[in-house]
């Protein structure tokens, strides 16, 4: 076989080498069972490492609840928010307190799932699975999770990060006004998304201001200490459930947008109904999880299998005057 002969082979070779296998155009739409076929074990190998995870530290629950919010609502469920570098989401405001060991998390998992399956589940996929798995894993509902999702090619711009919800926000039109252009229209959507408080903690710079016995207290505890955390739910901090609406019932709210759901009359009827009834609330968040994981993307499901959730892939090489590699859409 002469030279001019071999190198289209070799290029070609190189390409499926340095690019896994792309999801084609037009393939499946996303379904809850799209990897069922191709890596039937993905879930069990989410869930099993979720669980690990949460038994050597149980703040990484929260600190993946938080992540897969601040990745789905600027620009939908694309894993951008793991990018790193400059103009990365996690050089931006909103971002810089996200925990970067839930982040790697992710990544560790994306490398168990590929190393079984082959690089055919995208970060974005293994986020979401993720996400439901500490929910349950701490004593929360369950919820369908579409799968099928293509990681972005680049991050979110900063205007659309600028656009999530503040815990300064004391206006809860304000907040429903966000939810709202994300497909998250009604009340009960921001009441219970809101409710993933109920696990997690807070660094002194975000809680409100000193006004009542119980902010008063934080800001006391804050002054001696101004490294400390502060539990998001005084009750049950640890646990998934409706204790984070009592809290608010008795204004123990940390977040000056959590005190402002129970001050508004469109959100005040909703977190004391949520505060009585455990089940109602999550019934509720199950439905928002699922609304929240369906934000539109822009320009539609398009982008790749990246083979590190922190960077995108290498550039694609051309051969025969296409490109071949991993970018796709579906």
């Given at each position: 076989m002469g030279a001019v002969a071999?190198?289209?082979?070799?290029?070609?070779?190189?390409a499926v080498l340095l690019c896994p296998p792309a999801v084609a155009a037009g393939a499946a739409p996303l379904s809850v069972d799209f990897h069922a076929v191709s890596c039937p074990q993905l879930e069990s190998i989410v869930r099993s490492s979720v669980q690990a995870a949460l038994q050597r530290e149980i703040a990484l629950a929260a600190g993946l609840l938080r992540i897969f919010f601040h990745d789905c609502f600027p620009q939908g469920c694309d894993a951008s928010v793991y990018?790193?570098?400059?103009?990365?989401?996690?050089q931006q405001g909103?971002?810089?307190?996200?925990?970067?060991?839930a982040l790697k998390l992710v990544d560790d998992i994306r490398a168990k799932v590929h190393a079984a399956c082959g690089p055919i589940v995208s970060c974005a996929d293994i986020s979401a699975l993720a996400t439901r798995d500490v929910v349950v894993v701490s004593g929360g509902p369950s919820f369908d999770v579409s799968l099928g999702q293509l990681d972005s090619l680049a991050p979110a711009s900063s205007g659309l990060v600028?656009?999530?919800?503040?815990?300064?926000?004391?206006?809860?039109q304000t907040l429903l006004d966000k939810f709202k252009t994300r497909g998250l229209g009604e009340a009960a959507d921001l009441v219970?998304?809101?409710g993933g408080h109920t696990i997690g903690r807070s660094q002194c710079d975000f809680i409100r201001p000193a006004e009542d016995t119980f902010s008063k207290k934080m800001a006391a505890n804050c002054t001696k200490n101004p490294n400390r955390l502060e539990n998001l739910?005084?009750?049950?901090p640890d646990a998934f459930d409706n204790s984070y609406y009592i809290a608010l019932t008795f204004n123990?709210?940390?977040?000056?947008?959590d005190m402002a759901l129970i001050r508004d009359r469109s959100t005040a009827p909703i977190v004391r109904q949520f505060a009585k009834d455990k089940a109602a609330f999550f019934a509720q968040f199950a439905k928002s999880m699922v609304k929240l994981s369906k934000v539109p993307r822009p320009s539609g499901n398009v982008g790749e299998i990246r083979r590190s959730c922190f960077r995108t892939n290498a550039p694609?090489?051309?051969v025969d005057g296409g490109d071949e590699g991993l970018a796709a859409s579906a």
């Open positions: 071999v190198l289209p082979l070799l290029v070609s070779t190189l990018l790193n570098g400059t103009n990365s989401e996690l909103p971002n810089l307190s996200l925990q970067p060991r600028d656009d999530l919800p503040s815990p300064f926000t004391a206006s809860v219970a998304l809101s739910d005084p009750i049950t123990q709210g940390v977040f000056t947008s694609r090489l051309a």
